[in-house]
C-alpha cells in the first residue's frame, strides 16, 4: 500500500472523522443568508474546515511528536514523499467534504448557489492553507492535545474577526484593513467576489490562500514535521 492510500485508510478507519466528513457540513446548509450574498453557512463552513483539517492531519502530527519522523528520514522514504503523500491524502478527504456540502447546497439551495465549480476550487484552496496552517502550528508544541485546545481558541478567533462566523458587511469598513492579514478573511472575501461576479478579486483570493499555504508549509516542514 503507497502512504498516499495509507494515509487516507488511517483517517478513515477513526468513526468521528467519517462523521467529521460526512455528517458536519450538512447542518450549516440550513443557515438563511443577506439577500446579497451566499447563504452564511457556506461562509461557516470555512470554520468546520478548519478543524476537519487539525483533526484530519493528527496522524503525522503525533508521529513527528513521537519522533517517528527521524526514523523515516534514515529510510528509503524521503520525508517530502512522506509529507506530500499525507497531505494530499488529507486534502482528498477534505475534497470529499466540500463535495458534500456543494451537493446539498444544490438540493437545500438551488440555483441560489451558483458557480459550484468554482467555489469547490475556492474551498479546496482554502483547504490547502488550513493543512498547511496545522502542520507549521504543531511544530511549536509536543503534546498534540495542548496544541488542540490553543488551536482551538486562536482559530475561534480568527473567525470571529475574519468574516468566517460572522459575516463581513456586518464588520466596521476601519477593521477590515487590519483583518485582511488574517488568511481566514480570504474565504468569505472570495465567496463574495464570485457571488458578485467579480473574478479578479476571486482569483487574487485563491492566490492570496495559496501564498498562505506554501508560507505555513515550509515552516511546517523545516523542523521535520
Not at 85 to 108: D, E, M, R, W
Not at 150 to 166: E, H, K, Q, R, Y
Not at 201 to 211: C, G, N, R, T
Amino acid at each position: 500500500m503507497n502512504l498516499y492510500l495509507f494515509a487516507i485508510k488511517e483517517d478513515i478507519r477513526q468513526p468521528l472523522n467519517i462523521i467529521l466528513i460526512i455528517l458536519l457540513p450538512i447542518p450549516v446548509l440550513f443557515i438563511p443568508g443577506h439577500p446579497n450574498s451566499y447563504p452564511f453557512g457556506l461562509s461557516l463552513y470555512g470554520m468546520i474546515i478548519i478543524f476537519s483539517s487539525f483533526l484530519l492531519s493528527r496522524p503525522v502530527v503525533e508521529d513527528r511528536m513521537k519522533g517517528i519522523i527521524l526514523r523515516i528520514a534514515a529510510s528509503p522514504i524521503s520525508t517530502l514523499r512522506y509529507l506530500s503523500s499525507h497531505l494530499l491524502g488529507y486534502l482528498s478527504l477534505l475534497a470529499i467534504q466540500i463535495s458534500i456540502l456543494l451537493l446539498g447546497s444544490l438540493v437545500i439551495h438551488g440555483d441560489a448557489v451558483t458557480g459550484r465549480l468554482a467555489l469547490f476550487s475556492l474551498y479546496l484552496t482554502f483547504g490547502m492553507m488550513c493543512l498547511s496552517l496545522t502542520l507549521a502550528w504543531n511544530v511549536l508544541f509536543k503534546s498534540y492535545n495542548i496544541s488542540f485546545g490553543l488551536f482551538s481558541g486562536l482559530a475561534s478567533i480568527m473567525c470571529l474577526f475574519s468574516g468566517v462566523s460572522l459575516p463581513l458587511f456586518l464588520l466596521p469598513s476601519s477593521l477590515i484593513r487590519y483583518i485582511m492579514f488574517l488568511p481566514t478573511y480570504w474565504l468569505p472575501y472570495g465567496l463574495d467576489a464570485w457571488f458578485n461576479g467579480n473574478t479578479p478579486a476571486f482569483i487574487q483570493a485563491h492566490a492570496i490562500l495559496l501564498v498562505y499555504a506554501c508560507i505555513f508549509l515550509l515552516i511546517g516542514s523545516k523542523r521535520r514535521l
